[in-house]
């Protein structure tokens, strides 16, 4: 057999003659031809001989593999080209290293290389090539990188979740290695419980309802508001003191009316919607105008002249049905009796009570007590009277509790029945005696009350809004008398 090369015979594969064998396995040629890359060869039979099973052949590529096989009983194959094959034989490279560059021996594949100049050659298919190349090795140590994260229950990393700190190993490239040091804090919530009035703010937000509110998270941890809102109300005390008020509920001590405002408690607030009365000396007078006597009245009355005066007239606040005219009350010093300690003007009352408040000053001091109407002469008291805070004094049941100068043929009062005694109407000109001169005052309110229409005249001696004859019959009786006024002096 040949191995030929186009025309060219690259080698000649021979065996010895004569072999007397089968199967001759005995007797096989292992013959190696190299082959240059890039060219293809021709392995050729070129003439049979005697036996019909006299060849086999099989062809083995350096690598061991066994590329063409013909057995045996083959003889019809002789005088043709078996096969054709290529020399680019697949290349196996590989480096092998040396120590230095004289070094005849590699170093083994599992030697430690350190940092340093090492040789290389380079083998192809079992052939190394002539020159080591130096080679600077550079060791790199491995290090690592961490990365530190903190997470709330869970973490993932690199397609990994991690539910539990520590320290867990990533990838390695260019000789550093990942770390993760994870810390994982379990998540939780920070409840604040809150109540207030109306309104809460917490973390830049007002509430107005109960309700439970989530807020924030830092470091896993939740902030929740549970707010109880209440609106808020008063209770306001409504009461009345005389000079001062203390107030239980803050201990405190008022002195002049207002509303004030206490303590407040689960929202309620506390007010005191409070009057002060000041302190006063009270006088509670009895006193009767002769003419406005209701004759007959039991109890005993008299006419409501002002009440029914302002209904005439059509006022729109005639007052009460009980109010019979403004009268001037003083109090006269005891010791000089021309000062005039206090005066007041209020309203008497169909059943002779008149109510005099004076300053707390008045209270503890002794003064003669002076009633007048625009109709009538001053009225004195018998005597001085020391006041207190509330005292009474009652000029209609006793001829005796009106001052009286003596003159035995003029009583300080008039007798209208039989133990009740009045103040005498009819002093109109204001000269102090109640006498014929003050007829021409009676004829002009005559005048005025019939011809002008006009109300609350003097001369109204009955009290029954209009000035005509019937009060010149209380005129007439009473000027008879010559009353004048009783005083000391
Ligand atoms: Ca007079
Ligand atoms: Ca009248």
């Known amino acids: 057999m040949t191995v030929m090369n186009g025309s060219t015979i690259v080698a000649t594969l021979s065996f010895a003659a004569n072999e ?3 199967p001759c396995t005995a007797n096989s040629l292992s013959q190696t031809v190299s082959l240059q890359s890039g060219i293809s060869y021709s392995l050729v039979w070129n003439t049979a001989g005697t036996w019909a099973g006299e060849v086999g052949v099989s062809v083995v590529n350096s690598s061991g593999v066994t590329v063409y096989s013909m057995g045996y009983n083959s003889q019809a194959l002789a005088g043709t080209t078996l096969s054709t094959f290529a020399g680019n034989c697949a290349i196996s490279a590989s480096i092998y290293w040396y120590s230095s560059a004289t070094s005849t021996a590699w170093l083994s594949s599992s030697e430690v ?4 100049t090492y040789y290389a050659a380079q083998v192809i298919n079992g052939v190394q090539s002539t020159d080591l190349a130096a080679t600077q090795i550079t060791i790199i140590p491995n290090t690592s990188v961490t990365t530190p994260v903190s997470a709330c229950d869970s973490y993932s990393w690199n397609g990994t979740t991690y539910s539990a700190s520590g320290t867990y190993t990533g990838t390695t490239e260019n000789c550093v290695t990942q770390l993760l040091n994870l810390t994982i804090t379990p998540s939780s919530t920070n409840t604040t419980t809150a109540s207030s009035c109306d309104s809460y703010s917490w973390n830049g937000t007002t509430y107005f309802a109960s309700g439970v509110y989530t807020g924030s998270t830092a470091n896993c941890v ?5 707010l109880t809102i209440t609106p808020s109300s008063t209770n306001t005390t409504t009461t009345s ?5 203390t107030w239980a509920q803050n201990g405190q001590t008022y002195t002049s009316s207002g509303v004030y405002t206490g303590s407040t408690v689960n929202c309620l607030t506390q007010a005191l919607n ?17 003419g406005y006597y209701q004759y007959g009245s039991t109890p005993a009355s008299m006419v409501a002249a002002r009440y029914l005066n302002l209904v005439e007239a059509g006022s729109a606040s005639p007052g009460a049905v009980t109010d019979v005219d403004l009268i001037t009350v003083q109090l006269r010093s005891a010791t000089n ?9 209020p309203i008497l009352q169909t059943n002779g009570n008149v109510q005099c408040v004076f300053p707390p000053a008045a209270t503890g001091n002794s003064y003669y007590i002076v009633v007048d109407h625009k109709g009538s002469n001053p009225l004195w008291s018998a005597n001085p009277i020391t006041l207190t805070s509330s005292s009474t004094y009652d000029f209609t049941n006793n001829l005796g509790s009106a001052y009286s100068d003596g003159d035995p043929s003029l009583s300080p ?7 009740l005694y009045g103040i005498w109407l009819g002093e109109l000109n204001e000269d102090g005696y109640l006498d014929a001169v003050d007829y021409s005052d009676l004829e002009l309110d005559i005048y005025a009350s019939g011809y002008q229409g006009l109300y609350l005249l003097d001369a109204d001696l009955n009290g029954d809004t209009y000035v005509d004859a019937s ?15 009783q005083r000391p002096y």
């Open 471 to 485: 009060d010149f019959a209380v005129f007439d009786s009473n000027s008879n008398y010559g009353a004048y006024e």
């Open 274 to 290: 409070l009057t002060i009365i000041p302190y006063s000396t009270t006088l509670s007078l009895k006193v009767f105008l002769d």
């Open 222 to 226: 939740t902030q929740s508001l549970n």
């Open 20 to 22: 007397n064998c089968w």
């Open 241 to 245: 003191a005389v000079g001062t008020y």
């Open 413 to 419: 009062m008039h007798t209208i029945v039989s133990g």
């Open 337 to 345: 009796t021309e000062t005039i300690v206090h005066t007041v003007t």
């Open 113 to 116: 290389l350190s940092s340093g």
